[in-house]
């Protein structure tokens, strides 16, 4: 059993939303979804409603909309849920999205690892097509058509940032974009394109069924409406639960059986690690934000081990483009090995901490911001879990030392050579072949 | 045989090698053209032809790389650009079940080492190897969205979860079950 508490989509009838968008004019369907206060559900919490307003304004002949079900930050799996259970509230979705920005055309996004959903998707999106609620003038609309089709992904986490995924669907390396420009102006095949998540599009067909200021009657003043959480890790009941935003942690780890945590990382790899004394915080764009990934670490786990994991796939992740993320992930991977043999120095531990700063402002997209943070949080919330050098140093000790600041230096030297190339080239668009 | 031609006109990067194709080549040509058909002869078209010739034929050699590549109209450079990107185009080692393993925390604290241990005695290979006889393909892989019932793994497009010792001898054996069925389909 995966769903663990009572989720709003279980009592939203299929098209109910849909059809109460399509009585009203494009331009009241947009301000509808802004009054709800939707925020995008996929981690960066972009008013939903805004982001369509701006694709509606764009100019453009063919416009998309995307649904992003790459889903690949690790502990999150509510949208393999939602596609599950309810794919047709995620095609209302994107029906609706289309149109009140006056797209034709809508794509899923659905990463390799789903594979196995996609024949009952297709056949979701068949039925759909019968039923008049899709392809050519929906639900008796003159001048209104749209169809959804299903493109499969590859393999790449960074393919969900939405920059990537549209050069992916162009048929390259997903690569994020320099941005702006933002997809809502100049997005797949440099046509007006607005991408949100699986869980978002669903929660635009519930908006639409049980009215706007039911979403926003729910929730926080900024972080308005309900949530779904998928919570895993060293709770007894795992799965996927539904709260309002503004609920504590610790109201969501009692009702996952996780209050004895040591930590939390709510947000996956590229959150944050909430120690104890914080489990009081609210999880919302105001105190915790997530995109629903909630991983519960238990009294006996090392959280140098999750460190490591986490650096593991952002190493093996990153798409490559920007030194300070392709070499800074390796750089504090070795490190965090180092500290696990007792082997880092009070010096090398502070350097891994200014990369790591500098991997936060220097990386282009989002993966080289937030990958150091789980790091980051080790080092300042549980730094006793970081079995340290003696600070007399021998002189094995002192050579080790020179060794790892000199690495740290290469990272430096490298990012500099690479950030002056970048200089007197830019404008241009440079790839490389391999990452 | 050797009388086809590619609808677009080869570019200089291509020289006319084609001409004397073996026969296994010559499928492919053939299969990649249909493909083409399906998806469309342009750049949007490189990845669904791509994993389409990757899960046929379980990789994607040189050859159909330059023919994909004259087809859309980009160097072969790039379309092995766009393999060595993703991965699930590129890993080297292909059986005719590929399994991967999660190695993501959740996975990981579900002691996944166990069942990585498990998989390697059964198998007789490492990660990122195939049996000798083709087929089985072992890999690691990044969070399959299972996480509330690790550990996980996925043998090909299947998911299996909750995965024990038990289980994998379960999965290896229905995997040589049905490739016993259809070989006995085709013959
Ligand atoms: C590295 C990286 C990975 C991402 N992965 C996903 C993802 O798997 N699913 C998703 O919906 N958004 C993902 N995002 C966020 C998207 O870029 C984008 O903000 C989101 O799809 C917008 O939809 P929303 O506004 O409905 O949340 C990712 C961002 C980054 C930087
Ligand atoms: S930050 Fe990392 S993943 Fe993002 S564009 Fe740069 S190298 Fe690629
Ligand atoms: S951590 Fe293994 S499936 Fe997510």
Redesign the interface.
């Known amino acids: 059993m995966?769903i663990r508490n009572t989720i709003t989509f279980a009592s939203i009838p299929t098209d109910k939303g849909l059809k109460a968008a399509l009585e009203k004019e494009p331009k009241s369907v947009i301000n509808d979804v802004i009054e709800s206060g939707l925020r995008g559900c996929g981690g960066a919490g972009f008013p939903t409603g805004i982001k369509w307003k701006f694709a509606a304004k764009a100019e453009g002949a063919q416009k998309t909309v995307i649904c992003n079900a790459d889903?690949?930050?690790?502990?999150?799996?509510k949208?393999?849920v939602i596609l599950a259970e309810w794919p047709d509230l995620v095609f209302e979705g994107m029906t609706i999205a289309a149109y009140a920005i006056g797209a034709s055309s809508g794509i899923v996004y659905l990463?390799?690892?789903?594979?196995?959903m996609r024949k009952m998707l297709e056949e979701c999106l068949e039925k759909r097509r019968q039923a008049g609620m899709l392809g050519a003038k929906i639900a008796g609309k003159e001048d209104f058509s749209f169809d959804i089709h299903i493109?499969?992904?590859?393999?790449?986490?960074v393919c969900g940032e939405e920059s990537a995924l549209i050069e992916?669907?162009?048929?390259?390396?997903?690569e994020p974009r320099n941005r702006p420009p933002f997809p809502v102006e100049i997005g797949y095949?440099n046509a007006p394109t607005i991408v949100n998540n699986v869980e978002s599009l669903a929660w635009v067909s519930a908006i639409f069924a049980n009215g706007s200021k039911w979403f926003k009657g729910a929730g926080t003043k900024e972080s308005p409406g309900y949530k779904l959480m998928?919570?895993?890790?060293?709770v007894k009941l795992?799965?996927?639960y539904e709260f309002p935003f503004g609920t504590t942690l610790s109201t969501i780890l009692e009702a996952a059986g996780g209050e004895d945590a040591k930590a939390v990382?709510v947000g996956g790899?590229s959150g944050t690690l909430v120690p104890p004394n914080n489990f009081a915080c609210k999880i919302c764009f105001e105190d915790v934000p997530t995109g629903g990934s909630i991983?519960v670490?238990g009294k006996n786990?090392n959280l140098l081990?999750?460190a490591e994991?986490?650096q593991?796939?952002f190493a093996?992740?990153s798409?490559g483009q920007c030194t300070i993320c392709r070499l800074g992930n390796v750089k504090l991977l070795e490190g965090i090995r180092l500290m696990k043999q007792g082997q880092c120095t009070d010096q090398h531990l502070e350097d891994l901490c200014s990369l790591g700063a500098s991997m936060q402002i220097a990386s282009k997209c989002g993966l080289g911001q937030t990958s150091p943070n789980v790091f980051l949080s080790v080092v300042k919330h549980f730094r006793d879990e970081i079995p340290r050098h003696p600070v007399a140093e021998n002189d094995d000790q002192k050579t080790e030392k020179a060794k790892s600041s000199n690495l740290f230096q290469s990272v430096v030297q490298l990012f500099r050579t690479d950030a002056d190339t970048a200089k007197n080239n830019s404008g241009t668009n440079k790839?490389g072949?391999?990452? | 045989m050797f009388t086809h031609s590619p609808k677009q006109q080869r570019s200089a990067s291509s020289p006319d090698t084609f001409e004397v194709l073996d026969e296994a080549s010559a499928s492919l040509r053939d299969e990649i053209d249909e493909l083409i058909e399906i998806h469309g002869e342009n750049r949007n078209a490189l990845i669904p032809v791509l994993q389409e010739i990757r899960s046929r034929h379980a990789f994607v050699n040189s050859f159909a790389m330059q023919y994909v590549a004259d087809r859309l109209g980009v160097s072969a450079a790039e379309v092995y650009g766009v393999i060595s990107f993703y991965s699930f185009l590129k890993e080297s080692n292909y059986g005719k079940f590929a399994i991967s393993l999660c190695r993501t925390i959740s996975c990981d604290m579900a002691d996944k080492a166990r069942i990585a241990k498990c998989l390697q005695e059964k198998l007789g290979v490492k990660f990122g190897e195939t049996t000798p006889d083709g087929m089985f393909s072992l890999n690691w892989t990044n969070c399959i969205g299972m996480c509330d019932q690790g550990p996980a793994l996925l043998v090909n497009e299947q998911v299996f979860t909750h995965v024990t010792p038990k289980k994998i001898k379960e999965i290896l054996d229905g995997c040589r079950k049905t490739y016993q069925e259809n070989e006995k389909g085709v013959s």
Do not use: Q, W
């Open positions: 995966t889903e690949g930050e690790p502990g999150t799996f949208d393999r990463r390799a690892e789903y594979a196995y493109h499969m992904g590859s393999g790449a986490y992916s669907l162009e048929g390259k390396r997903g095949e998928s919570i895993s890790g060293d795992p799965g996927v990382a790899a991983i670490f786990r081990d999750v994991n986490f593991e796939f093996d992740e798409c790839k072949v391999s990452a």
